[in-house]
């Protein structure tokens, strides 16, 4: 079946203002002056919109007020998850563009919408470490960390290290090249990450993603589509809910892992 090009899909999604409209309304009845200051607009410019959403059934009147009908709110409940998400993708558009999304799985890119606070945060390729130092020192207070490590950087070995000695809770995957490296190369440092016993780590074949989340942030870096790693753009933000989220892609990477109790 479809949807008629005259329905309520155009009403909704034509026109900003008779969206915005629907969702003012569901909070609660406006007065048309209340209406007005609201959009900052004259009678003549939303007296239009407001007639054709009540010819729709979306909303209705009385003598004094414009309210929401039972159908407005039905629309209004599947129509606002729509526009959170569309317009959670459309922020950071080119990042979502340019990068391979394969390793982060459906059911948390539905719900792509909780990131909305992220920002993109870029570095010249001359600053890139000086980048990842910025990264540490944001998570250098977290009561807890999590991640997945596809990628080898030399300051973080020691860093991990040292929450690990401060008795940060620490979960860490890395995945089979990233450990050989680590456990060749920074061999007495990552016995000291292992004994310790706040901390745990997993080691997984590959991963396209690398990302840490603490308690209140999460950093997300992704590979680029022809399959190189993209050094100066990572998604960053802070927040119970993108944390959570940052959480959530860390238990899909731990079942897939097998855990490393000694080297």
């Excluded at 807890?144 to 620490?170: D, H, R």
Aim: proline share 4%; glycine share 4%.
């Amino acid at each position: 079946m479809q949807l008629k090009s005259t329905g309520l899909l155009s009403i909704l999604t034509f026109s900003e203002k008779r969206k915005d409209l629907l969702f003012l309304l569901e909070e609660g009845p406006r007065s048309l002056s209340q209406i007005r200051e609201h959009f900052n607009v004259s009678s003549p410019e939303i007296s239009p919109r407001l007639k054709e959403m009540i010819a729709a059934n979306l909303i209705c009147r009385d003598e004094k007020e414009y309210f929401i009908t039972p159908i407005g709110r039905v629309a209004a409940k599947y129509l606002r998850p729509l526009v959170d998400t569309l317009c959670s993708i459309e922020k950071n558009e080119e990042f979502w563009k340019e990068h391979i999304l394969e390793g982060i799985p459906q059911y948390l890119l539905n719900r792509i919408s909780e990131l909305d606070e992220c920002t993109i945060h870029e570095e010249g390729i001359e600053n890139i470490y000086d980048s990842h130092k910025n990264f540490l020192d944001n998570i250098a207070e977290s009561n807890e960390v999590c991640g997945v490590s596809s990628i080898f950087i030399p300051m973080y070995p020691e860093f991990f290290a040292n929450l690990a000695k401060n008795n940060v809770p620490t979960s860490l995957i890395l995945t089979k090249n990233v450990f050989e490296k680590v456990k060749n190369e920074y061999t007495e440092t990552m016995q000291m990450y292992l004994d310790s016993d706040n901390t745990t780590l997993y080691l997984i074949d590959n991963a396209k993603v690398a990302f840490v989340a603490t308690d209140n942030f999460f950093s997300l870096s992704l590979f680029f589509k022809n399959g190189s790693y993209d050094p100066q753009r990572d998604l960053m933000g802070t927040g119970q809910t993108i944390a959570g989220w940052g959480k959530e892609l860390f238990e899909h990477y731990k079942k897939e892992a097998r855990e490393i109790t000694s080297l």
